[in-house]
Structure formats: C-alpha cells, structure tokens
C-alpha cells in the first residue's frame, strides 16, 4: 500500500515536471517564431507587411506581378504567424481560373460499323480478363458483372463467348474464312466477299473496342437469356447492337447475342425509341 502510494507520489512528479518542459519548449517556440518575424520586417523583405494603411497583404501579394511565387508564398506564411493587429486576411474572391473538368465519356459512343473504322488509338485500352480467358475493356466490367448477376437471379446462365479481339485475332479470322472458300473453288473476290458477309472487316468490329459482347447461355436453349438481355440489358448500359429488320442501317444481321455497352443514359433511350446506335448519333 505504501510502496503504491510513493509509486504515485512520483508519477506525479514526473507528470508536473514533464509539463514544466513542454511549456518552457512552447514559449522558447514562440520567442524564436517572434524574433524571425521581427528580423525579416527590420530587414525590408517583407515591407508589403509592414504597411498598415495597404490592402490586406494576402490579396495585394497575389495580385503583384513582380512578386516571386516563393517570395508571396512565405509571406503569406509568415503573415498568418506574426502577432499583427489587422484583421484576419480575407481569401481571394477570384474564381478558380478552370472549372473542374468533367471526365470524358465520349468513349461509350464511339461508332464502329463497316463505315466507320475504329479510331486511332483505340487499341490502347486497359483489359479486364474474364474467369473464361476472354476480355473486355476494364470500365465495363462492374456493369457487365451486374447484369450477368441480375440474369443469373431469374436462373438463366449467361456466359460471355467472345469479348475483346485484337486487330490481329480479327484478321486472322477474316483470313480462315477466306481461305476455307478459296479451297472450296471460290475466285479471290469471291473468297473475299463470302467471308465479309460472315466476317467484319479487320478495323470494322464492335469487338476490337472491347466494348462488345457476345453473350451465350451455358445450357442448349439459348433463347430465354436473349429474351430477358432484349428487355432487360439497357438498365446495364448495353444495347442489342443489332437489332432484327434493322441491318440496313448497321450493316450487320440480326444478332440475338451481341451486345454493346453505351452507358445507361444512351443505352435507356436507345431502348425507349427502339433505335440502333447509328440512329442516336445522327
Ligand atoms: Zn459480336
């Protein structure tokens, strides 16, 4: 009991000690802040401070052009430190000289179609992969996994077949086609028009975006998934590409399972008018 009560006995001095040299430190702080304030006052740096009668220091610093950028940026350092009798400076009414941009967007509307080949630099686009080896560009993803969820809630298996393709897998394909109708005794610009038919063009496909999607069901009937995709996939930014009767305006038949992500905005009008993509743009 004893030995407890002289234990706290000197705790406590230490405490009151301890507290003794944290204010002797403050005050040393402070006397030594106070002197370099004074110094640089005396020594005419910082005359904008000095004079009592000017604007606020803070507005006419940043407002002098001959002012370094360090040199105003210190003394609003020191102005806001130094025990001066004005009032607190006021922040600079200015607006911001830029409004914060908006992200761009454009992306989910870029058109592609045999009219329109992809634009430059679109293969430059960071990939997610699927659990299947197949991929799409990363910024669908979260929506893509969203629908094939919500589609997976009403017991239908969506799986995605074909995602993002390379130039050079699309080229390769093109040359497959080609190939199998020239062994089939087709002339060169036979080959080549019965495999367009099937194929699109190498810089022609939705599929080198990464933004297309052709969408599968793991079991043998196929058409419930493409049913609730046609009613359901716009609430998910996707659109059925290629819609049935309307190949004059896409280029491409009727596609049940192919679907492009626009973002939900295009893609709830898109669906509300019943139009193709080439239709929104116009
Ligand atoms: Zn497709």
């Not at 969506?158 to 062994?183: C, F, K, S, W």
Request: negative net charge; charged residues 25%; hydrophobic residues 35%.
């Amino acid at each position: 009991m004893s030995n407890k009560k002289r234990d706290a006995k000197r705790v406590g001095q230490v405490r009151r000690l301890t507290a003794l040299m944290v204010i002797a430190i403050l005050l040393a702080v402070i006397a030594f802040a106070g002197f370099r304030c004074q110094k640089k006052l005396q020594d005419g740096t910082f005359s904008l401070l000095s004079s009592s009668s000017e604007a606020p220091p803070l507005v006419t610093n940043t407002a002098t052009p001959d002012s370094s950028s360090s040199t105003s940026t210190e003394t609003l350092a020191e102005a806001t430190a130094a025990p001066t009798t004005e009032p607190p400076t006021e922040p600079p009414t200015d607006p911001p000289t830029e409004p914060p941009t908006e992200p761009d967007e454009s992306w989910k509307l870029t058109l592609v179609n045999r009219w329109n080949k992809l634009p430059e630099g679109s293969s430059d686009i960071s990939l997610v992969s699927l659990s299947n080896g197949n991929a799409v560009d990363a910024r669908i993803y979260s929506d893509l996994q969203a629908m094939f969820d919500a589609a997976r809630a009403q017991g239908l298996s969506p799986m995605v077949r074909e995602g993002y393709r390379t130039h050079a897998d699309q080229q390769a394909m093109m040359d497959e086609y080609i190939n199998r109708y020239l062994a089939e005794g087709c002339t060169d610009e036979e080959a080549r028009q019965k495999a367009e038919s099937y194929v699109a063009i190498p810089g022609t496909s939705e599929h080198e975006l990464g933004l297309a999607v052709d969408i599968n069901s793991t079991t043998d009937d196929a058409w419930p998934l493409y049913n609730w995709l046609a009613a359901n996939a716009h609430e998910y930014g996707f659109i059925l590409r290629y819609p049935d009767g309307k190949t004059s305006i896409t280029g491409i038949d009727y596609e049940p399972w192919h679907y492009r992500y626009v973002g939900k905005e295009a893609a709830v009008e898109i669906y509300a008018r019943q139009i193709t993509l080439e239709e929104y743009l116009q």
